[in-house]
Nanobody
Framework: VQLQASGGGLVQAGGSLRLSCAVS????????MSWYRQAPGKERELVAG????????NYADSVKGRFTISSDYAKNTVDLQMNSLKVEDTAVYYC?????????WGRGTLVTVSS
């Protein structure tokens, strides 16, 4: 099982990026998908996540109103639309999926926001 993330890059503050993550390989019943990030010198933190049952989407307070997670549990893909980016959004972003038995992490994609 591999999680391939793409879409990272360099953007100016106020700009937008869209991250995409696709799960390849056989994964039994993914029931939650999320994006995490880790900035230099900081711990990894949850950015946004949702569950297959719907009705529950969680965002870090720092990204509410600016970021939107979109998950497709039929295609096993998860995107993160990031708008109004700030310098403090600079980090390596990781996609994460889990089922009832285990979890999987992507390798990360770097997002750099310049002032």
């Amino acid at each position: 099982v591999q999680l391939q993330a793409s879409g990272g890059g360099l953007v100016q503050a106020g700009g937008s990026l869209r991250l995409s993550c696709a799960v390849s390989g056989s994964v039994f019943r993914i029931n939650a998908m999320s994006w995490y990030r880790q900035a230099p010198g900081k711990e990894r933190e949850l950015v946004a996540g949702d569950t297959i049952r719907g009705g529950y989407t969680n965002y870090a307070d720092s990204v509410k109103g600016r970021f939107t997670i979109s998950s497709d549990y039929a295609k096993n893909t998860v995107d993160l639309q990031m708008n109004s980016l700030k310098v403090e959004d600079t980090a390596v972003y990781y996609c994460h999926v889990r089922n009832s038995y285990t979890e999987f992490w992507g390798r990360g994609t770097l997002v750099t926001v310049s002032s």
